[in-house]
């Protein structure tokens, strides 16, 4: 299964006053990558909320900070499943520079993340409802 990469510049809102990319931000990155996945799978979050009843939650996040963003940069965010389970999810993501003269830079940060499906009125996890099993574990 090929990685999903979604892209993202970084503005002036993203960094501190040394115009580095604020380490938080990067986990915003990674959650509009993994919105932008879902959706590319077929997935609307507020659809799955209004019809059946769940919605994802982050569980834990492991994030490597290996080089600095920068403003103005164009960065590509990488999704790539690593372990899907009945009701969690383990989601590996990259974050590059990428220049049009020099394609794909350095890796800036990685991280695991694991998406918990859960009960909208609860909060307690629940099994991934059939169809966003199937749509999750497909390759388009």
Sequence with gaps: M???RWPVRVYYEDTDNGGVVYYANYLK???????????????????LLKQQGVMFAVASAQ???LRPGRFN????????PQQ???A?????????????????????CRGSIKIVCVDAV???PRPFPEIVRRKILSDH
């Design 2 to 4: 090929d990685d999903f």
């Design 29 to 47: 990155f990674m959650e509009r990558a993994r919105s932008e996945w879902l959706r590319e799978k077929g997935i609307e979050q507020d659809t």
């Design 63 to 65: 994030v490597d900070y």
């Design 73 to 80: 940069q164009q960065l590509l965010v990488s999704v790539r």
């Design 84 to 86: 899907t389970r009945r």
């Design 88 to 108: 969690s999810m383990v989601l590996a993501q990259e974050v590059y520079w990428v220049s049009e003269r020099e394609g794909y830079g350095d890796v800036l």
């Design 122 to 124: 609860n909060l307690r």
